[in-house]
Structures are given as C-alpha cells and as structure tokens.
C-alpha cells in the first residue's frame, strides 16, 4: 500500500470503449494492464446539477469515478436538515462504502456542480478489484486521505464560523473544479455548511463588497483567491497540505 | 474485496513474544496472513492520557489495540480541540502510515488505558503486499470509520452541547465496561469543543433530572436510558457503524 505519491497518466490518454477521455485521477493513476481490466465495465455519465445519486441507507448499486464536477457527501438527520462532512470531484471516487463490501452507507450523495465521469455496477468493481492490486490500493489510499478531510470537516463544523467555512469551502471547490466559476446557489451552500440562507447570504455579501468573490446568477466567481485563503481558517491549508497527495495541483 | 471464511486458528493467537491477541482484526485474518504479520507486532501497554501521535509529526507507528480506546482529536492553532473519531480494539490507529503518508493532523491520545501492538509503517506496507485479506479488511475498516467521522462532522454543528455530551457519555461507558467515569469537566470541553462552562450546566442539567451524578471528578450514569432519550440520533448510527466493522467470527 505504499505509493507514496500519484505517477498519472497524462490526462486524455485514456478512453473508456466509447471513446471518452478519462480525467479521473485515480484512473489516470494505475498501471495500463489494470486500466485494461476496468475499462470495458466504465459507462459513461453526466452529472446534472443537483441530481441524486444516492440516498441514505439506501442499497448503492454503482460507484462514480468523476472527472470533472464536484459532488457532495451529505449527512441527512432524522428531522431533515443537512450539512455535508466531505466533497469529491476528479481526485476522487464516491461509493467507498460499497466498493469495500457495505450494504448500505447513511450518506446522500448529491452533485454540486455539473460534471461528467464514469460509474461502475458495485459487483463488478468488486470483482475486478481481485485482479486489481494497484487500484485496491489507491481506492484505500483515497479512502483514509478523505476520511482525514471528513476529521477536518468534524473539527471544523464545530470550530470555525460560517464565513471562515465559506471562503474554506469555497478554496477546496475551486481546487477540483479548477475553475474560478463554480455554479452554486446561496440555498445549497446554506445546506452544505448546515447553516440557513440568510447567515450564507450575510457572509457572502461581506465577501463580495470585500471584492474576494462576486455573486451572478446562481454562480459565485472568485475574485481573489490570495486574499479568500486569508479569510478562511486553518482547515483550508491542513486540507490543501494532501492536494498533492491526491494528485490536485 | 469480500469477507471470506478467514477465521480460523484465533483461539490463543500471540505475538512472538507471546502477548494474547485481541484485536479484533487480527483475529479475523487468516493463519498464513497472521503469521506473515505476527513478527512485527511489538506489544505495547497504553496508559491514560499518553499520546501516540501528535499532530502533524512523522508517523512512526500503526496500532492495533487489544483493549482500551484512542481518541482521534484536532487542535486548532489557538489551541481549540475537538475529538472526531475514537478507536478501540475493533480497528486500527494510523492507517495512514499503511497508505504510505507520511504525515497526519490528527492527534492520537489513550482515553481509556489499555494495551495492544505496534507495527513499523515499511513492516505495515510490506505484509500487505502479501496479506489480501488483511489488506480488504483495513480498507473496510477505513471506510467505515469515515462514516463514523461523517457523522461526527454532521453532529458537531447540529446538534447541542447536551445531545453531545450524552452521545459521547453512552459512547464512553460502552467501551470502558464501567458505570463510574472519571472524567473532568475540562477535560469533556476539549472533547466536546466547548467551554467549561458550558459542560458545566449540561452536567448539572443532567444531574437534576437525575441522569447522571457527578462526585470527585467521576461521573456516574444513573439512567443509561434516559441518556439515550437525551444523545441525539448520531449515537445509534455510530453504534450501528461499529457493530459493521465487528468482522464476523472474531472473538471478544
């Protein structure tokens, strides 16, 4: 299990059997004999904005690899509220609970910003992982490296105040998403840092008259990003530290 | 990646020093896988408070611990301080080592005293190369503590300070076979991310409606169901979440 750092392929070099480039970095990561083994079962998808693709408790039935997008990992209480404990896009693979045997995981996973990827029926990523060593390991490697996101998330929720989350959130989007747009509406980032709409419309206007970010149609573009790192806390560099790790720039 | 039937030969598994096994993964693998593992096992015993793991250094070590429990906590830089995670004998602390990271924000502290084993981060990487079971089942583990974490992150901003305190109450007592805690209400703020005072009106909150009573820095649970009426819904899912990661056939 000791890859110490992601050698990738580079980006567009590989296709899945209907000629789409894969960007995912996992995918990119692990040998071609291996990529060869996966590469018949990738079924192309898109990821619609705010669309579902797992509910919690609900039996998963596919794994996503994205390769672009960014999606949510949400944790939905008995009386409805939300907050998310964790975010994925083209670093990442979503489904970890059903890749390792569960049944069943309490987390919903909601795309958060449009993007395209592949999934795979669990079984059958089950099965190929038998024959898969490299990408057995940087599926567990992903997993304790997002697990050490989530710790940073659980410090953080309960830590931190909801600008410092916001420009947080906001740094860690921009880092997979790789653009400074990112398509969110004011309700869903309320959802997210499990806080309500006026406390995230409040901080984000301060952040806009700051002239950090600007706010236009459902979408947030960021302004500056030096000074957006200076408004967020700490979480935002101990999450940065395993951009690398993870194969972000 | 599935369970398989790889229980056999747990009854009177030892270290090669002869250290009784109780760890509830090493259990569960199989002889061939146990015995490419059991040379670098190095028994340890785990006094209270001792830190395993501080922030941010070089990790120089993977445990799995036959008994007692390991407090995964975040300090901020202003000296805030949070648990999100606790390990017992059902897991492993330091998977990251066994991943090949070299590093990791989070504190690693002994809750309750025990003991367990160590094993060096190469020595890790190494056996796993050739222990596919042990490999699936580390990687199970992982993931289901990150559920654990998930919802840890979820509870610390939704819930109160007295939903909490009584989750992390029920979780404490579960695992330290004890109705009598000593634990001070300092102590509960850095766990809870909380002042002292805070703490302070939950326990006498608590101790009036007879729920708890609290005696020389000890508190003790006078209605473990009445707590449970009190902890929010995140404890019945992180119970739910450790009794998955009970591999099937491995003994107590």
């Known amino acids: 299990m000791g890859m110490k750092s992601l050698a990738l392929v580079q980006s567009g070099k590989r296709t899945n059997q209907d000629g789409r480039p894969v960007a995912n970095k996992i995918l990119l990561a692990i040998p071609d004999a291996e990529f060869h083994a996966i590469r018949p079962h990738l079924e192309h ?15 998963p039935h596919f794994v996503y690899f994205p390769n672009d997008g960014l999606l949510s990992l949400v944790v939905v209480t008995e009386n409805g509220k ?34 395209e990827g592949f999934r795979i029926a669990v079984v059958v990523l089950q099965n190929t992982l038998r024959s898969t060593p490299q990408l057995q390991m940087a599926l567990s490697r992903y997993a304790v490296l997002h697990g050490l996101q989530v710790s940073q998330t659980a410090a953080c929720n309960r830590l931190h105040d909801t600008e410092q989350r916001l420009a947080r959130w906001l740094l860690m989007t ?15 980032l309320a959802t997210m840092l499990g806080t309500d709409r006026p406390s995230v419309s409040l901080v984000a206007g301060r952040l806009q008259n700051m002239q950090l970010i600007k706010y236009t149609r459902g979408a947030v573009r960021i302004l500056n990003r030096k000074k957006l790192e200076s408004r967020a806390c700490e979480c935002y560099g101990v999450a940065q530290q395993f951009n690398g790790d993870l194969g972000l720039k | 990646m599935r369970r398989s039937d790889g229980q056999a030969g747990q009854i009177g598994r030892t270290s090669a020093s002869g250290y009784r096994v109780r760890n509830r993964l090493l259990l569960s693998i199989p002889d061939t896988e146990f015995l490419v593992v059991r040379p670098h096992l190095e028994f340890l015993r785990l006094p209270h408070r001792c830190i395993l793991h501080e ?28 648990e999100v995670g606790t390990v017992g004998n059902e897991g492993i602390v330091g998977m990251q080592s066994a991943v090949g990271l070299t590093r990791s924000p989070l504190r690693e502290v002994v809750q309750i005293a ?63 076979d004890s109705d009598s805690l000593v634990i001070t209400h300092d102590f509960l703020a850095a766990m809870l991310g909380t002042d002292r005072p805070s703490i ?49 056939g491995a003994t107590k």
């Open chain 1, 45 to 59: 998808i898109v990821f619609p904005r705010h669309h579902t693709l797992h509910e919690p408790n609900e039996k």
């Open chain 1, 82 to 115: 939300t907050v998310e404990a964790g975010i994925v896009g083209k670093e990442g693979i979503v489904g970890l609970a059903s890749a390792v045997g569960l049944t069943k995981s309490p987390l919903r996973e909601i795309v958060q910003i449009a993007g």
């Open chain 1, 174 to 188: 921009q880092d997979r998403v790789d653009s400074g747009i990112l398509g969110i509406t004011h309700d869903f």
């Open chain 2, 55 to 82: 922030q941010n250094e070089k990790l120089r070590f993977a445990y799995f611990l036959n008994s007692g429990l390991i407090s995964l906590m975040i300090e901020t830089r202003e000296g805030k301080t949070v």
């Open chain 2, 114 to 176: 025990g003991d367990g084993f160590n094993i060096k981060p190469p020595l890790l990487q190494n056996a796993l190369l050739s222990t596919p079971f042990l490999r699936s089942i580390l990687n199970r583990y992982s993931v289901l503590q990150g559920l654990q974490i998930a919802q840890t992150a979820a509870c610390n901003r939704l819930h109160n300070v007295e939903q909490r305190f009584a989750r992390w109450l029920l979780m404490f007592q579960a695992r330290s």
């Open chain 2, 200 to 248: 302070s009106l939950a326990a006498r909150n608590f101790q009036r409606r007879q729920v708890i009573e609290y005696k020389r820095g000890a508190v003790k649970i006078l209605s473990r169901r009445k707590l449970e009426k009190l902890a929010c819904e995140c404890h019945a899912v992180i119970q739910q979440l450790s009794a998955e990661s009970d591999l099937k």
